[in-house]
Structure formats: C-alpha cells, structure tokens
C-alpha cells in the first residue's frame, strides 16, 4: 500500500524547514533507517532517516524548497503498487492530480495564486532572506530547469546558500539558480566558483544636483545606499529577519515570559586559576583557555552538587546522572549551543579539543541537530570582549545557564587588607521550579571553590 511520507518535525517548535537534498534517487529501494534527505532547519543540517520501508515513487518537493512540517514530501510504493494505488494515497492526502514519476512536484488543489503587488512607491524594498510564500511562477509544476537572474527581481535562495554565497563573494543577484522556480541551491554556487565567476561592482551612483538657492535639498530614495529608506532626514536599511534570528527571538521570548528566572552572583579570584593555566599550556603545549577551566569547574559542581543537574518537565523533575554542558557560540547572524557530553569525566585538554571542534562546525554551518540537543546547564562567556558582568536567559527547558565575565584588576580584602587581585565576576540564571535559592547559592559555593582552587580540577 502506497504511503505519503511527511515533513518531518526536526526541531522543536519549528513550523517550517527547507529540505535541501535528496540523498535517494525517486525509483530507490529505501530501508528503514536510510538517509532519506538533508534537510535544513533554522539552526543546523539534519539527515533525514526513513521510518518506513519501500520505493521511492514519487518526489513532491524539490531540492532548496521550504516546505511546512506535516506536508507530503514523498510517496512511498509497496512491492506491487501501481501509479493508480499512487495517486489514490495521493489523493487521500488531500493532494490533486500529480505529474508522474519524473521528479516534478505534485500540487495540492488550490486557489490561482494572486499576481504579486507592485513595491512600494517611496522606495525599493530589501530583497528578503527568509522566503516567504512562493511566487505564482515558482509554484507551477511545469515550471523547471535554470531560470536566468532578473535584476532587481526577487532572489530565491535558503539562508545557508545566502551564507555561502556571502564567504564566496558571490552575488546571487548574478547567480542562474537550477531549483524549482529558479531557487539558487547549492550547486549553482558550486558552478559559479568552478567558473572563477565573481560578483560584479555596484554601478557607481551618480550625484544629485544642487537644489536652487532658497529650496531644500531633498534626498531621493535612489541616491541612498542600495536597499536604505529615508524617513524624514534619517537613512535607515531594513534586513529581513532570518530564521536562526526568528528562532532565537521566539526562543528566548519564551523563556523570559514563561519560565521564573532568579539569578545569583559571585567575584571568584583568579590568580591561581591564571597562574596555573600558564604554567599547563608551557607544559602542554595546548593552548587551554579560561573557558575551559570554567566548564571543568561547573561540572565538578555538578557532580558536588547533583540536585542541580536537573530540568523542569510538566509531570516531574529529570535529574541527570551525567553533566552535558551547552556552550554558547556566536556565529554569523545569531547564536548556537552545541553541547558537551559527560564532561564530568573529561581532561581539559579533552574539553579544550571538543569545544573547537563543536565551534568550528557551528561557525561553517556542519553542526547537526543532534549536536545542539540536549543538556542540563549552558555557559555564555562575554569576557573575551571585555564584558565585566551580565545576566544570561535560560534556555529551555535547561534549568541554569552561567554567565562568565571578563578577569579583571580589582582591590579586594584580604585577611583585614586591601590588596590588589583579579577577580571574575560570574551570574547564575536558574529555573526557580526547578531549582531553590539555596539550592543555587550552595551550586555558586562549590563552584566558586573549584575555580579558586584551580588543581581540584585536575585531580
């Protein structure tokens, strides 16, 4: 019996992913748990393993578009299965007529799309990043193959191709995008690179002329910077949110808004913590940084005190016998939080190899969804831009979050004196259902300990 195979949900809450490639060719074999697609979500690439077992009759939904969690991606054939069987599980999906076995996409019954509206008058509008509903051309099944670029004309392309494309230098208004209704995917910038084809110059704006003496001089939109609006005698430029950005917006508005954050802070001194780590990276040769130190510290925390290694759910609390940490990583155009696993029984070297590793994959775009999953705790260290102190957002449904500031030079008292030291200033943002004040402040104790007393950490 042939099955519909659906969008899968990969990340929580998302409405919307782009499946950017089909790993199966339409007429394969698939078993359960091969990678059916890859499939792009706000935050990372995911593979996209089979549930069900058959062949891949029919593809609905091409490379690069942005399809809605729970649509029909796929039909999946039973041994037997006719094209008849097809277009009635087609059509028990509520999908009409479709256009065969020759990769096109199928389309639901729908009303004729409206003609797009002309732009604003007052000034070109920024060409979006995120997609939104596609054009009556692009949702035409008849309408493949490349699509030539049309200048000023809307460019489709996902966020990770227009992150590509921007570290190439490549400018996707030049680019003939190859996708359905000539979405640019990925292999089109590979073509465009393996041409040595690089982005033209912006034409040079030509100057407006003087007003005459005793009239204003008014600035027209289109002597303004490409994209920039002018209101009043103010220049501004709107940038189409992402949707790592819309994510994290709706993510953390979330957290603030529904979970009772409490926060507490300590000054730990870290002459020796500095001193030692000096004295490992001569030894070592491996470059430890502070933040290395401050994870190992929070686990052994941790492990001292196991009752806040936990997170809030609806029916219970979940306390977790091994500490996963996410660390935030700022990456182009937002934030990811890949997590280390068991660190608890991790050296620093080993905490010092996995976080580069976690980082460089969030930067380039390779981290899976796997990868930013998971986890009791998080840390956010701002001190390497000089941050003195802030206060972090949890984020859900994680019960703490640290927020590390820079070391810094600092008078402090010292058995009765004043005496120069450097001090660190850390916050702790908690669950208040999950975790007590006391609870906290006796986590902040143990883990103020560690940092101060920098060679429990290797024991």
């Known amino acids: 019996m042939a099955v519909v195979i659906r969008m899968p949900e990969v990340l929580a809450g998302a409405v919307e992913a782009v499946l950017s490639q089909w790993m199966m060719q339409e007429g394969s074999d698939v078993s359960v748990g091969d990678t059916l697609a890859e499939i792009e979500t706000e935050k990372a690439n995911v593979d996209y393993q089979a549930e069900e077992q058959g062949r891949l009759a029919r593809v609905l939904v091409g490379p690069g578009d942005t ?33 065969g076995q020759s990769g096109g996409a199928s389309e639901p019954a729908a009303a004729p799309a409206a003609p797009a509206t002309d732009a604003s008058a007052e000034a070109p509008a920024p060409a979006p990043q995120d997609d939104p509903a596609p054009s009556a051309v692009e949702a035409s099944p008849a309408h493949s193959g490349a699509v030539p670029p049309v200048s000023g004309g809307r460019i489709y392309a996902s966020p990770l191709v227009r992150k590509r494309a921007r570290e190439a230098g490549i400018d996707l208004a030049q680019v003939m995008g190859t996708g359905p209704g000539g979405r640019i995917v990925k292999k089109d910038l590979e073509a465009m690179a393996a041409a040595g084809t690089s982005a033209p110059a912006a034409p040079a704006q030509a100057a407006p002329a003087p007003a005459p003496a005793g009239q204003a001089q008014v600035t027209p939109a289109a ?83 196991p009752e806040a290694n936990v997170i809030w759910r609806d029916e ?30 991790m050296s620093l070297t080993e905490i010092n190899a996995q976080v580069n590793a976690l980082a460089s994959k969030a930067r380039d775009g390779k981290i899976t969804q796997a990868e930013i999953e998971g986890g009791s705790f998080s840390i956010s260290n701002l001190g390497m831009y000089g941050t003195d102190a802030f206060q972090a957002i949890l984020n859900p449904p994680q019960s703490g979050i640290l927020a590390v500031g820079a070391a810094r030079d600092a008078a402090v008292v ?10 660190m200033t850390v916050n702790l943002s908690a669950d208040h259902r999950a975790v007590d004040g006391a609870l906290a402040a006796e986590w902040m104790k143990a883990f103020r300990h560690y940092i101060e007393h920098p060679l429990a950490l290797l024991a």
């Open 67 to 99: 399809v809605e969690v729970g649509a029909p991606i796929a039909v999946f054939a039973a041994p037997g299965d006719t094209d008849d069987d097809i277009d009635a599980a087609l059509a028990a999906a509520g999908i009409g007529q479709s256009v």
């Open 414 to 423: 010292e058995q009765g004196s004043l005496v120069a030291g450097t001090v």
């Open 223 to 305: 002597a303004v910077s490409p994209g920039a609006m002018v209101s009043g005698d103010a220049e501004y430029t709107d940038r189409p949110h992402s949707g790592m950005r819309k994510a994290i917006a709706r993510r953390l508005t979330e957290s603030k808004t529904t979970v009772p954050h409490f926060y507490v802070s300590a000054d730990c001194r870290v002459e020796k913590l500095l001193a030692a780590r000096a004295e490992m990276n001569e030894a070592t040769g491996v470059k430890l940084s502070v933040n290395d130190w401050v994870i190992k510290a929070v686990a052994k925390a941790m492990l001292d005190v």
């Open 316 to 345: 219970a609390l979940r306390y977790f016998n091994r500490v996963d940490i996410a660390i935030a990583v700022a990456v182009e155009g937002g934030l990811l939080t890949p997590v280390l696993r068991g660190v608890e029984s």
